[in-house]
Every structure is written in C-alpha cells, then in structure tokens.
C-alpha cells in the first residue's frame, strides 16, 4: 500500500520507527571514534605550584611564595631568587619566574669547601655529591672542577683565581676549610621564605632565635635557645660599629626585654624570622618606622677571621 494512503496512526508509527533507526545508526559509527580519543587522552598531572609556561619558567599565582614555588621545583629560595635577579622574596601574581637554568661548572679555589659551593649554587651537599659522582668522604683539591647540575643558577668562576695547573705526578689533597666567613650568608639567604612558627628550630618552620641557631649552628657556634639568652653571649657592639654578622636585639612588647633577634646583613638591614610577615625575610634596620624604636643592641659570635671575610 503506498504511504499515501496509509491511515493517519500507521504513518505516524512507521516515521517513529525510521527516526530511531536513523539514530542508533549513527551511534554504532561514532562510537569508534568516542572510544579511540578516550583511550588517547592523557592523564592529567597534579599542578604544581604556579602556572607553568614550559619547563623552565612559572607564573606567579595567588597564594604562591618564594618558598613553596622553590620546594616544588627542586630549588632554595636563595637559588630562586638569584636565577630572577631578585633581592626580596616578595612576589606579585602573574609575575614570571624562571625554575630552571643551563647547566654549568665550577672551579674550585683556595679556602673554598663543598658547604660553601653548594650552597652559592643553592644545592644540597648530596645533590652536588652525586652530580660529580663524588663519595661522602671527599676533600677538595683547588682547580678541582666540579658540574653544577642544571636545577641551580649558573655563577661565574672568580677572575681573581686561575685553576691551578694539573701536577705532572700525583700529588696529596689539599683539604679545604670547614668553613668561611661568607658561609653564614648563604644559609641565611637559603631560608628566607621558610615559614615563622614560633618555637620552630627546622627547616619547616623558625622562630627568630631558631634561625640565628640555624644560620650559625654548621660553623661551629653554640648559640643559647631563646633571643633573650643569645644576647648575653658574645661581645657587645657599638651600633655605629656594626658589621655583617653581628646580632640585633630589639623589645618588641615595650617592657625593654631582648624578646626578638635578627643578623645584621650590613648597608642597614637584617634578615629575620618574622612573625608579623610570618616567614624568614629581610627588614630595614636604621629609619624604619617600627624596628628602629625597638633596636636595644647588638653583639658579636663570629670568631674575627669570619668577619674579616664578611665585611
């Protein structure tokens, strides 16, 4: 019978039956197509702190800091904040951060220890270890010259000191210092951005006093737990006469007890852990409107050869 002339009821049946016919049909050929981008797509990797632009660069976002960005990128703040040409740990969102640099090569000159270089290049003491291929036990040789792994920012060697020439017949190692006067800096700078949590003595979180032991404690000085004890050690110093390394004392509640520490730094600021600004950071000393009022002295824990170096 022609469509035509079919009753009213079949014809409204039989245009039902062809639509769905019509549509599992083309369900049956795209699911193919479904199944092969599902299976393709990659898995999604957890984000690491800020945006990422491509391996080597970052984008600031809220609720960054120098401090969580350096952790999640293998990195110091220090090494951070150097590969940035940056003098603060403060960021802006939507600033851009480089996390990764060329790799590059140092030589080792006179009085130089592993401390000190792994810590001018922001590394660990095993990290540089193990990009050398190098055991727990060994003592540098000057004009030794040693791979800084690509993760810390490239330093020019000093131009002041050539690599000494190799020996014709094997020679014994000369040993480094344990350390030196510059050491204490760069463990200083290494922990700006850590958090302030009062009571804190670790690289989790420091209280004012806990940095000083942090900063001092790997060159041998015995510091005393609490601010108020630190500023009975050592030698009294003059403000005028204050040098890179020194300690400052300040009252921060008004009663004109030592309740707070710092490290002088020289050109007129300290580095701190500071419980307003709830991290290790670097404050203005002479003029500032609060620190200023509140500065009650200073005193001297490095033995003279580290501040001679200091200065």
């Keep these: 019978m022609p469509a035509s002339t079919l009753p009213a009821s079949r014809l409204s049946a039989f245009v039902r039956a062809a639509v769905v016919f019509s549509t599992l049909s083309l369900s049956a050929s795209l699911a193919p197509a479904l199944a092969t981008a599902?299976?393709?797509?990659s898995p999604v990797s957890p984000a690491l702190p800020g945006s990422a632009l491509s391996g080597a660069a970052v984008t600031v976002q809220k609720?960054?800091?120098?401090?969580?960005?350096?952790?999640?990128?293998?990195?110091?703040?220090?090494?951070?904040?150097?590969?940035?040409?940056?003098?603060?740990?403060?960021?802006?969102?939507?600033?851009?951060?480089?996390?990764?640099?060329?790799?590059?090569?140092?030589?080792?000159?006179?009085?130089?220890?592993?401390?000190?270089?792994?810590?001018?290049?922001?590394?660990?003491?095993?990290?540089?270890?193990?990009?050398?291929?190098?055991?727990p036990t060994t003592v540098l040789e000057i004009g030794q010259v040693l791979q800084i792994p690509a993760a810390a920012p490239a330093v020019a060697p000093s131009p002041l000191a050539a690599p000494a020439p190799t020996p014709a017949a094997p020679a014994p190692a000369r040993p480094a210092e344990t350390a030196t006067g510059d050491d204490w800096r760069s463990t200083a700078m290494a922990l700006l951005g850590v958090?302030?949590?009062?009571?804190?003595?670790?690289?989790?979180?420091?209280?004012?006093?806990?940095f000083v032991?942090?900063?001092?404690?790997?060159?041998?000085v015995?510091?005393?737990?609490?601010?108020?004890?630190?500023?009975?050690?050592?030698?009294?110093?003059?403000?005028e006469d204050l040098q890179a390394g020194d300690l400052v004392f300040f009252d921060t509640v008004g009663r004109g007890e030592v309740t707070h520490v710092?490290?002088?730094?020289?050109?007129?600021?300290?580095?701190?852990?500071?419980s307003y600004r709830k991290q290790v950071t670097i404050d203005r000393l002479h003029g500032d409107p609060y620190w200023a009022p509140k500065l009650l002295g200073a005193r001297r824990v490095l033995p003279p050869v580290m501040y001679g170096s200091a200065r």
Excluded: W
């Excluded at 302030?196 to 209280?207: A, K």
């Excluded at 015995?222 to 403000?239: D, E, F, H, I, K």
């Design 213 to 220: 032991l942090q900063v001092f404690a790997p060159l041998g």
């Design 38 to 41: 599902s299976t393709s797509a």
């Design 262 to 274: 710092g490290i002088y730094l020289g050109e007129g600021q300290f580095v701190n852990a500071n």
């Design 63 to 135: 609720g960054d800091t120098a401090y969580s960005l350096a952790r999640a990128h293998g990195l110091t703040v220090e090494a951070l904040l150097a590969m940035n040409g940056l003098s603060t740990p403060d960021l802006q969102v939507g600033q851009v951060l480089r996390v990764r640099a060329a790799a590059a090569s140092h030589t080792v000159q006179p009085k130089e220890t592993l401390y000190g270089i792994s810590r001018r290049y922001g590394l660990s003491i095993e990290a540089l270890l193990t990009a050398n291929n190098l055991p």
């Design 222 to 239: 015995n510091l005393p737990r609490t601010s108020a004890a630190q500023a009975r050690v050592g030698q009294p110093v003059a403000l």
């Design 195 to 210: 958090p302030y949590v009062y009571g804190g003595t670790s690289r989790s979180g420091l209280d004012c006093s806990g």
